[in-house]
């Protein structure tokens, strides 16, 4: 049966800890690997990182970069240096591959969203692989994916896949870091979303001196992934061919069961696409409203509003002490809503002077988090 798989490489796996260089061995293997799966029939997405990290080996930079303007050059100097090894690599094998550079204005934008969903489905088609990267180069700070985690997470969201792979540095989710603390405790499996909050992994933060991600991004990815009904595992990214032993049955790395009944498309969009511009804080009334029976959000139940954001844009629900609960479109600009929170429904056209919605965010525009 045919399966989609994304999987992801980090540029901890990419390059050498102690140069920054790629690690050769490990690109070959991986693509042997995805060669062979799509030998027998799957679609095939790689998002790969490390175009600032071979920018800096060619460049002789002996640090990432800080300042954005640099990273961006230096992105670009690495990305055709990385898709020249990919390509003559994939060749090699005969296997043909696709550059596909996103930012997140490519899926904030429904109709752009619907269009990289278009071009995922030919190239997959075609029995092409592409090869998926943040473009770096022209994306400004607030529409950044930040990480490759999170674009890989919405890219199998995106295009529904069955398997999601986020290779990494270490063989899978431990209960504190393992290269520090001896007796940490190894993690196989993650059944639910109520275990996935309720996981906290001592990482820092912070990946490797080259890359971006650490163990925090990856959980956070993995939501993004089983909420979209993607199965998501984490292993290690020395070893690209456990990606063929784990989809045969065999136990290795850390599992994240995919929620039986994923939420539909547009959700997804609203949830993960789209990036919030402004926070509504609830009171108790409407969050049971919204968490127990699914009812859309109504003026009365909002408490205060924050930042500017226009009618229809995406905001947060939180509760009164700032937590997400979850998020949707509004019916309202920030001004006018700010002039109607707290107020019953029929009272809304003589406040604004027109007719508005009688819901702030309708329960089909409103997804939980």
């Not at 690690?23 to 490390?50: D, F, K, M, P, W």
């Not at 870091?177 to 993690?187: E, K, L, N, S």
């Not at 309720?198 to 163990?215: H, K, N, P, R, Y």
């Not at 959980?219 to 690209?240: D, E, K, M, N, Y």
Request: include cysteine.
């Amino acid at each position: 049966m045919t399966k989609t798989i994304v999987v992801k490489i980090g540029t901890s796996s990419l390059t050498q800890p102690e140069t920054g260089q790629l690690a050769l061995s490990t690109i070959a293997t991986l693509t042997e690997t995805l060669c062979y799966l799509r030998h027998q029939g799957h679609n095939v997405i790689l998002v790969s990182s490390g175009a600032v990290g071979v920018g800096c080996a060619r460049l002789g930079l002996t640090e990432r970069p800080k300042a954005i303007a640099l990273k961006q050059a230096v992105a670009a100097v690495g990305q055709g240096r990385l898709m020249r090894i990919y390509d003559d690599l994939f060749s090699t094998l005969e296997q043909p591959i696709a550059q596909v550079l996103l930012t997140r204005a490519d899926l904030v934008q429904r109709s752009r969203y619907l269009n990289a969903y278009n071009t995922f489905q030919e190239l997959l088609g075609l029995g092409v692989i592409p090869v998926v990267n943040e473009n770096d180069t022209v994306a400004v700070e607030e529409l950044k994916f930040g990480d490759n985690d999170t674009l890989s997470a919405l890219v199998a969201s995106l295009v529904e896949a069955d398997w999601l792979f986020l290779l990494t540095d270490v063989d899978r989710l431990y209960s504190a870091d393992p290269r520090t603390v001896p007796d940490a405790r190894p993690i196989s499996l993650i059944s639910n979303m109520k275990e996935l909050a309720e996981l906290q992994i001592q990482t820092g933060g912070q990946g490797s001196q080259w890359g971006t991600g650490g163990m925090v991004t990856k959980i956070s990815a993995a939501r993004i992934a089983i909420a979209a009904g993607v199965r998501t595992v984490i292993t290690q990214g020395r070893f690209p061919r456990n990606i063929e032993k784990i989809i045969q049955g065999e136990a290795i790395g850390t599992h994240f069961q995919p929620q039986p009944e994923p939420t539909s498309a547009r959700k997804r969009w609203i949830a993960y696409g789209l990036v919030p511009t402004g926070k509504l804080y609830l009171d108790d009334g409407a969050i049971n409203a919204i968490l127990q029976a699914g009812k859309s959000l109504l003026a009365a139940g909002i408490k205060a509003v924050e930042g500017e954001f226009g009618n229809q844009e995406a905001v947060q629900l939180c509760d009164r002490h700032g937590n997400e609960i979850a998020r949707g479109l509004v019916n309202y600009n920030s001004e006018d809503l700010q002039k109607i929170c707290g107020c019953h429904s029929r009272d809304i056209a003589g406040i604004l002077g027109y007719a508005g919605a009688e819901t702030v965010i309708h329960r089909d525009n409103l997804v939980l988090i």
